[in-house]
């Protein structure tokens, strides 16, 4: 990484080798004094592709039965991310 640093409140929260949580928004964002705007896309092709493995990736209107199933799902769990950082925020 490029001389990215670390909420130092967050690297005495994380400790034992877990300091890397640091790096990852739902981990970090309560040690964030800020107001946030969160923005981010329910789909990512590749995330869709390559982690996923789903066939349709590339045109989600063409998922079908368990793809959409999928689909939906990963939706969700952006969602309930999102509303824990949100509710640990206050």
Request: aromatic share 12%.
């Amino acid at each position: 990484m490029q001389n990215v640093q670390t909420d130092v409140g967050c690297e005495q929260y994380f400790t034992g080798g877990q300091a890397w949580m640091c790096f990852m928004a739902p981990y970090v964002s309560v040690f964030v004094s800020t107001d946030m705007y969160i923005l981010n896309s329910f789909y990512d092709t590749w995330q869709l592709a390559n982690i996923l493995n789903l066939d349709c990736a590339g045109n989600i209107s063409e998922c079908q039965g368990a793809q959409k199933v999928v689909l939906q799902q990963q939706r969700g769990a952006m969602l309930t991310s999102i509303k824990a950082v949100l509710q640990m925020k206050g």
